[in-house]
T-cell receptor
């Protein structure tokens, strides 16, 4: 069975601070995809990033960056120079390649950015 | 980009009635869609996989006779909550498979009185 753990329930920061969200996953499969989604108060899920298990290259996309390490089964996500609009719940999710589309979500981390 | 819509966005109903929620992929065909449920302050839990032209596959613990799913076309899946009760009040979200990612609908908030 798969499992996604987001140990941080809530993170509060002041605007312009960096925020790093932790995600640890468990799976016995060797091919899978990892996602980060943002859920603002409106409820709609916003796709942020996706990585597959073959690609451990870490990248930066605007103010977002991620650190994927298979050795520790971690897929951490960082928001640089946070803004008030970043306030939302962030979900890490896992999808196995042979059941593409079925997402196992973590519990979510509430990010609160204050001015 | 790919868009998934849901209708209605909000529904309030009396206990015992049935409610139908539609999920549409607006600019792409989706042979597979997924239905999730999210209770307040909780994560999303997969309820079922909706397959075009065949029966839905339900996750363990989800009552298939209570949550009827019909995927009648390549762009439409419907979830019907039959004989709804207050404990069915939740946020229902659908998603559709698209190359390299999943796109989610805006969700439907159901309140059963």
């Amino acid at each position: 069975a798969q499992k996604v753990t987001q140990a941080q329930t809530e993170i509060s920061v002041v605007e312009k601070e960096d925020v790093t969200l932790d995600c640890v996953y468990e799976t016995r499969d060797t091919t899978y995809y990892l996602f980060w989604y943002k859920q603002p108060p409106s409820g709609e899920l916003v796709f942020l990033i996706r990585r597959n298990s073959f690609d451990e290259q870490n990248e930066i996309s605007g103010r977002y960056s991620w650190n994927f390490q298979k050795s520790t089964s971690s897929f951490n996500f960082t928001i640089t120079a946070s803004q008030v609009v970043d306030s939302a719940v962030y979900f890490c999710a896992l999808s196995l390649t042979d059941s593409w589309g079925k997402l196992q979500f973590g519990a979510g981390t509430q990010v609160v950015v204050t001015p | 980009g790919a868009v998934v819509s849901q209708h209605p966005s909000w529904v309030i109903c009396k206990s015992g009635t049935s409610v139908k929620i539609e999920c549409r992929s607006l600019d792409f065909q989706a042979t597979t869609m997924f239905w999730y449920r999210q209770f307040p302050k909780q994560s999303l839990m997969l309820m079922a996989t909706s397959n075009e032209g065949s029966k839905a596959t339900y996750e363990q613990g989800v009552e298939k006779d209570k949550f009827l799913i019909n995927h009648a076309s390549l762009t439409l899946s419907t979830l019907t909550v039959t004989s709804a009760h207050p404990e069915d009040s939740s946020f229902y979200i659908c998603s559709a498979s698209y190359p390299e990612t999943q796109y989610f609908g805006p969700g439907t908030r159901l309140l059963v009185l």
